[in-house]
């Protein structure tokens, strides 16, 4: 089984200042996607950003972009000129491939973004 | 607003009672997913289901059950309810079940248990 650790339970950085946030996964399968999800406080899973174990680029997203680190099981996010609207919980999810379309969650980071 | 419509969007029931949660997926979605977000449990699949047959089972109790009918919508029906059920209640669909299509989540059923 998979599994996916967020060790930062709560985060806080100042609007315009960059944050990054952490992720690692545990797993056997070499072909998999990751992916961020963004929960505001209206409580919607809003799809951030998604990476392709196979593809060796980082993803990017406008101000959204991931640090992907195959050897290390890592999958951090970087957000760039934080904005207040980027307040909320961040949840890094794990996706098999070729084994239906389940996602594995990781237990969250809150992002607060400071005026 | 994604295109997934979940209803109602906040549900009060007692122990013991039973409830259906309701969810619309996007237009032309075939593919139909629900998940739980709890305090303790945090978020958990469910269930998936992929124009109209189940396809994937996740930690879903026996209490629980789910369907996908002719017209794609999806109802979770929760029975037997216990306090510990009180969560959110997320559908989410994708344009097949297939790995890696792009899951898109409704805004979540808020299910209170008293």
Redesign the interface.
Known sequence: AQTVTQSQPEMSVQEAETVTLSCTYDTSESNY?LFW?KQPP??????VI?Q?AYKQQNATENRFSVNFQKAAKSFSLKISDSQLGDTAMY?CAF??????????????TRLMVKP | DSGVTQTPKHLITATGQRVTLRCSPRSGDLSVYWYQQSLDQGLQFLIQYYNGEERAKGNILERFSAQQFPDLHSELNLSSLELGDSALYFCASSARGNSGNTIYFGEGSWLTVV
Not at chain 1, 42 to 47: A, C, E, N
Not at chain 1, 95 to 108: I, P, V
């Open positions: 996607y999800y209206s409580r919607q899973m809003i799809l998604r392709e949840f996706m098999k491939r070729n084994a239906g379309n389940m996602l594995t969650f990781g237990g969250g």
